[in-house]
């Protein structure tokens, strides 16, 4: 897939920059998934779920955005976190300790109060055994029974004046010697005594607690309680399970008072802590946020922008370093300015100056050549020398005088709509005698149905000439083709060659001033070596984008893309800026051999020189007879970025014009000039 189809994803806007990867720093591949997935919508799957998560991200975007460019909300809320998490741990613990106080000072207390019980209903049972209160009628046995363990039980209770009741139970199914349930104060003893409880004490002779609720046979509601039982026996020798329940009421009081002093001393100190953090670091945000500011107005040229600097601690001495370098770099700024405004009029006054005696020297330069017949061999090559270079001369003047203007800012663009059909046509019939001196045929495609754009035609035409002469002069004979196309809201125009090509990194330096890719190679054109240089500016001036490619031996290839109308931002190109041809495409190495496990097809062969039409003369004469359709990977949509189109009377804009090669779609890949 070319990078034109790369640079063309959809959904992309036309002037966003690529979101930078997190690398390898921690979170940032969560982070990356949750806002590429989550915030940004790309999750796949069913419509109801992209509905429900472009509901969800809706209100998280904002404060997303606000959370990665606030640093003080992110310390405040980063310092409140942290403070919460402190005083929750805090209170865990002293909660923690306050109960178990009261719990261990509570069981202790109830410990000793249901053994003294024990004892006395132990001694109890005994002092009734021994007085021989037990009549020997079963009837009136059972009878004195059942009143004695009710005084027992109202005598146990009586003592503790609502700070405990007492319950008897019956031995596990032993009912024998009469009823032995029960309890004081309302309590229901079977709900209120826990079956484990009893089962433990039923298996041992020794006292054992547990923690239950209290329920009430009354409306009176439950309440938490600590049980503590032993298995005693009555006057008769007869075990029964005798239970001393502790309300644990007050102790849950104290503990939910300690819990809500707690909390609101907690609240107010985390609120506190979070206005401390606020306060502190506005201190040091304020100044951060001040010098961002004004590095943005120095940045868009306001370089008379200080920081207020107060004080003498560390931010004090960062405003002092910050109007300092302000003012160095506003000083070397001037500075430059002044030597690139004396630059400028030094070329533009001797460009000009040098017109006159240019003039002179010429006609005297026509008068010896015209006359260069009568001289000896000598003289007459001389002469042919002199009118050479005096022709070379004036272009490089003119060049010179071109390149001022754009560097002074004063180019202007004269755009109306154009076909721009009419203009390949002039150039490539100027270039026609050229190319017949290489051997070279130059063939037009796409040129089936207008291609219209507003330009500048004379702009437009110069660009074209220089691109379609380089083609010719480095196609080393062989074809040179010309395609057109126009698609959504740009027009485009390549120029393809198949001679030495271009070698790696040299794309990014072939629109650089009097930068030649082979010093030694001759210049049988007289060429100046600003003509690239120029043909970027005139692009720029449009809007669009001149972009080139080339590879070692295959040739090379330069794109323009205009806007169809002006002022209006391009988004891709019609025609990629790889072509379809190239040794990647074709699925063949750098040395024109088929790859590996790759589709291994023939190399197009090429005609160079005259005779008989190549298979490519073929192909491009069966592409002619077909109108052009545009590249759909390569139309809007691809994220480039536009460039910054002058403005005439301001000074020349360097937009991102230098990049790599194969990022054909974006206009921040244009190559700065040659």
Do not use: C
């Amino acid at each position: 897939m070319s990078e034109d189809s790369a640079a063309s994803a959809p959904g992309r806007s036309g002037d966003r920059p690529e979101r930078p990867v997190g690398g390898n720093r921690p979170g940032s591949r969560w982070r990356l998934l949750f806002e590429g997935g989550l915030l940004e919508g790309g999750v796949q799957g069913s419509p109801v779920l992209r509905l429900l998560i472009r509901w969800v991200r809706r209100p998280l975007l904002p404060v997303m955005r606000l959370w990665r460019r606030n640093i003080q909300l992110k310390v405040v809320v980063t310092t409140l976190l942290m403070s919460l998490g402190v005083v929750l741990l805090l209170g865990f613990v002293v909660i923690g300790q306050v109960r178990n106080g009261l719990l261990d000072a509570k069981v202790k207390a109830s410990q000793s109060q249901a053994t003294g019980g024990f004892a006395v209903a132990k001694q109890k049972a005994d002092e009734a055994a021994a007085a021989g209160a037990a009549d020997t009628a079963d009837g009136r046995q059972s009878q004195t029974l059942i009143s004695w363990m009710s005084d027992l039980v109202e005598s146990l209770s009586s003592g503790g004046q609502g700070a405990f009741d007492v319950v008897t139970l019956p031995t596990g199914d032993n009912n024998s010697g009469g009823g032995r349930t029960r309890a004081s104060g309302f309590v229901d003893p079977t709900a209120s005594v826990p079956a484990d409880l009893r089962t433990r004490i039923n298996g041992s002779m020794t006292a054992a607690q547990s923690y239950t609720r209290i329920m009430y046979t009354d409306d009176k509601e439950s309440q938490p309680a600590l049980v503590i039982g032993k298995q005693v026996t009555d006057p008769n020798n007869n075990p029964y399970e005798l239970y001393y329940l502790f309300p644990l009421t007050q102790e849950e009081k104290s503990l939910s008072l300690v819990k809500g002093t707690l909390a609101t001393a907690g609240l107010f100190v985390v609120v506190l802590l979070g206005a401390i953090a606020w306060l502190v670091v506005r201190q040091v945000v304020t100044p951060v946020r001040m010098a961002a500011g004004i590095a943005e107005r120095l940045s868009a040229g306001r370089l008379q922008e200080r920081m207020k600097v107060t004080g003498e601690d560390d931010i004090a001495r960062l405003g002092e370093a910050f109007n300092k370098m302000a003012q160095n770099l506003q000083l070397k700024i001037q500075q430059l300015e002044d030597l690139s405004r004396m630059q400028r009029r030094f070329v533009s006054d001797v460009s000009h100056e040098l017109r006159t005696p240019l003039t002179t020297v010429r006609m005297a330069a026509d008068v010896i050549h015209e006359a260069r017949e009568d001289f000896d061999p000598i003289t007459a090559r001389s002469a042919e020398l002199l009118a050479d270079q005096l022709d070379r001369f004036e272009s490089l003047l003119a060049d010179l005088l071109e390149i001022s203007r754009f560097d002074a800012g004063a180019a202007a663009l004269e755009a109306e709509p154009i076909d721009l059909r009419e203009v390949v046509r002039r150039v490539v019939s100027g270039a026609e005698p050229l190319a017949e001196r290489k051997g070279t045929h130059i063939r037009v495609v796409g040129d089936l149905q207008p291609v219209v754009a507003e330009a500048d035609a004379r702009r437009v035409e110069r660009v074209l000439r220089n691109l379609v002469v380089n083609a010719v002069e480095h196609g080393e004979g062989r074809d040179v083709v010309v395609k057109l196309a126009s698609a959504g809201g740009a027009v485009a125009i390549a120029v393809r060659d198949y001679g030495v090509g271009l070698k790696p990194g040299e794309a990014t330096r072939v629109f650089s001033r009097f930068w030649r890719a082979d010093p030694a190679r001759a210049r049988t054109t007289g060429g100046t070596g600003l003509g690239l240089s120029i043909a970027l500016e005139d692009a720029r001036l449009h809007g669009g984008w001149l972009q080139a490619w080339g590879e070692p031996g295959g040739g090379s290839q330069f794109r323009l893309t205009l806007p169809r109308t002006a002022d209006e931002p391009l988004r891709g190109s019609p025609i990629p800026l790889e072509p379809k041809d190239s040794r990647r495409n074709r699925g063949l190495d750098d040395a024109g051999l088929p790859r590996g496990g790759e589709d291994k097809r023939a190399t197009v062969p090429v005609q160079s020189g005259g005779g008989q039409p190549s298979p490519l003369a073929s192909m491009t004469q069966r592409a002619a007879t077909v109108a052009p359709t545009a590249d759909p990977t390569a139309l809007p949509g691809s994220g480039a970025r536009v460039v910054p189109r002058p403005t005439q009377g301001a000074g020349r804009q360097e937009g991102p014009g230098a990049g790599r090669a194969d990022d054909s779609n974006k206009p921040g890949e244009a190559f700065r000039g040659r």
